[in-house]
């Protein structure tokens, strides 16, 4: 069982920085893909960006792409998502997870672990 606590998120105008961390717990995470997803009230959920094991393949929306970082720090079993250039339309619940799969195609393969989520809202 793996425990995933997501920090970081807050509220910034357009055009600020916020990076979230995902502190897993539980078991060590670095044998299976990280990512992280977002929910906005009313719409459906997005993934955003994601990484492989062993942290050489990353996945990237193309809403985020360009101003999102994924990494991940395995001796710390943390996973960190570094948000550039932030517009109000970033304005979500953002959830960390975790896989067995990595996936080109929307980052992640099946969730097996998520977070509780962590509020990021930008204002204009």
């Known amino acids: 069982q793996v425990q995933l606590e997501e920090s970081g998120g807050g509220s910034v105008q357009t055009g600020g920085s916020l990076r979230l961390a995902c502190a897993a717990s539980?078991?060590?995470?670095?044998?299976?893909?990280m990512g992280w997803f977002r929910q906005a009230l009313g719409k459906e959920r997005e993934a955003v960006a994601a990484?492989?094991?062993?942290?050489?393949?990353?996945y990237y929306s193309g809403s985020v792409k360009g101003r999102f970082t994924v990494s991940r720090d395995n001796a710390e079993n943390t996973v960190y998502l570094q948000m550039n250039s932030l517009k109000p339309e970033d304005t979500a619940v953002y959830y960390c997870?975790?896989?067995?799969?990595?996936?080109?195609?929307?980052?992640?393969?099946?969730?097996?672990?998520r977070g509780q989520g962590t509020q990021v809202t930008v204002s204009s």
């Open positions: 997870a975790a896989s067995s799969r990595f996936s080109y195609a929307n980052g992640l393969g099946s969730i097996e672990y």
């Open positions: 539980g078991r060590t995470i670095s044998a299976v893909a």
């Open positions: 990484i492989s094991a062993n942290g050489l393949l990353t």
